[in-house]
């Protein structure tokens, strides 16, 4: 797998000035034809398996962190489905524009997700009243999920009004004149809902706030 990576990379190094749009067949004329043609077509392949297979590893074990109780196995499927599917949509017109608008068109759910961490953390770290982090402890005092889960989708929801981008452009946005503020407004939003769902959560759960103090010995 690294072989066929570092491959991957010295070949694309050797012919950035060359590569354009170049096909298979350009490749392997770049190289001479013949074995060396065929040996870089293979690596090409190789690395391709292998970079794939790791995203839908990683992607599958994404869909298990969120919860969804799946096999893996069936999770890898369901993303080598997805991810395919949303190449032939990137396939079917200028690839490189609709991948570099499909990135930041996603990149706005980040904003919403680093307020609800950042409460949650502030919150952890006041519950401990300055003990130690003890990573043990801390997984055994879960949180419900729906805050965090309310709170992501009306930040991103109310982002969408002030997006500006080639997929979509919000009301807000396009009376601006183009002024894209999604990212500013999905952070705020994101900590003005879920830091009261998360408190609310806590009371109507009976939280005890007493410190989480690290026993020696077990980690922290």
């Not at 003990?131 to 989708?153: K, L, M, N, S, T």
């Not at 991103?156 to 500006?164: E, Q, T």
Request: proline fraction near 5%.
């Amino acid at each position: 797998m690294v072989l066929s990576f570092a491959w991957v990379q010295a070949l694309g190094l050797w012919g950035a000035e060359l590569f354009t749009d170049q096909t298979a067949a350009g490749v392997h004329g770049l190289l001479g034809g013949g074995v060396l043609g065929a040996f870089g077509l293979l690596a090409i392949a190789a690395a391709a398996v292998c970079s794939n297979a790791m995203n839908d590893y990683s992607g599958s074990l994404a869909l298990q962190a969120a919860g969804i109780r799946i096999p893996r196995q069936l999770a890898a499927g369901a993303a080598a489905v997805l991810g395919f599917l949303l190449v032939l949509w990137m396939h079917a017109a200028d690839t490189t524009l609709r991948f570099q608008n499909l990135l930041l068109f996603v990149g706005y759910w980040i904003p919403g997700f680093v307020g609800i961490v950042l409460v949650d953390a502030r919150l952890r770290a006041k519950a401990r009243r300055g003990a130690p982090i003890d990573v043990e402890a801390e997984f055994g005092r879960p949180q419900p999920w729906w805050p965090a889960c309310v709170a992501f989708v009306a930040a991103f929801a109310a982002a969408v009004p002030f997006m500006d981008t080639t997929l979509f452009v919000g009301p807000v946005a396009a009376a601006l004149h183009g002024a894209d503020f999604a990212y500013y407004v999905a952070f705020l939003v994101s900590v003005a809902v879920y830091a009261p769902l998360r408190l609310f959560a806590r009371t109507v759960s009976g939280e005890v706030t007493e410190p989480v103090v690290a026993v020696p010995g077990t980690g922290g």
